[in-house]
Nanobody, 114 residues
Framework: QVQLVESGGGLVQPGGSLRLSCAAS????????MGWYRQVPGNQRELVVR???????NYEDSVKGRFTISRDNAKNTVYLQMNSLKPEDTAVYYC????????WGQGTQVTVSS
């Protein structure tokens, strides 16, 4: 059974930081491309950043220079370090694993507000 479990969301003031984690089980993690997506009510889920099994990254333009994705294959975990957070970053953030199939976590709420 594949599970992706996100953690680390919460409420933060503008300009603050959060680190999201996504722990994977049931897959050979090192072979998977992993990504972070986000969704606000009424909008489609959008890609924030992806990291391939080889470590290549692809960032959405609005987060470049502020967000950093990393992975620890020994811990089967992918991270998203989010700095200089803005109110428009408020969303539910989802972890995604992709190889031959797509797998999703349950999501974690990030709220950026003063």
């Amino acid at each position: 059974q594949v599970q992706l479990v996100e953690s680390g969301g919460g409420l933060v003031q503008p300009g603050g930081s959060l680190r999201l984690s996504c722990a994977a089980s049931g897959i050979i993690f090192s072979l998977y491309s992993m990504g972070w997506y986000r969704q606000v009510p009424g909008n489609q889920r959008e890609l924030v950043v992806r990291i391939t099994s080889g470590g290549r990254t692809n960032y959405e333009d609005s987060v470049k220079g502020r967000f950093t994705i990393s992975r620890d294959n020994a811990k089967n975990t992918v991270y998203l370090q989010m700095n200089s957070l803005k109110p428009e970053d408020t969303a539910v953030y989802y972890c995604n694993g992709e190889r031959n199939n797509y797998y999703w976590g349950q999501g974690t709420q990030v709220t950026v507000s003063s």
